[in-house]
C-alpha cells in the first residue's frame, strides 16, 4: 500500500515533507527499512527481541507500582 501526502494549494514543500516523514515513522516504514539493510543472524534476532521485551516490562513494572 503506498503512502499518498495530498499538498494543499499554497503549503510550502517543507512542510508536506514533513508530513511524510512523521507518516512514515508512524507506521514503522523507515524503522524496517533500516532494520533490512543488513543480515541479521537469527540469535541476534532473539538477543534483540528479548532485551526489548526486558526493557518493556521493566518500565511496565515501574509504571504499575505507582
Known amino acids: 500500500m503506498p503512502i499518498e501526502i495530498k499538498t494543499r494549494k499554497t503549503e ?3 512542510k508536506a515533507l514533513r508530513r511524510l516523514k512523521k507518516k ?3 507506521e514503522g516504514i523507515l524503522r524496517d ?4 539493510r543488513y543480515f541479521e543472524k537469527p540469535c ?4 534483540r ?4 521485551a526486558a526493557f518493556t516490562n521493566m518500565l511496565r513494572q515501574r509504571y ?3
Open 24 to 26: 512514515l515513522d508512524r
Open 49 to 52: 527481541k528479548k532485551k526489548v
Open 33 to 36: 527499512s533500516r532494520a533490512k
Open 44 to 47: 541476534e534476532v532473539r538477543r
Open 64 to 66: 504499575e507500582q505507582m
Open 12 to 14: 510550502p514543500i517543507e
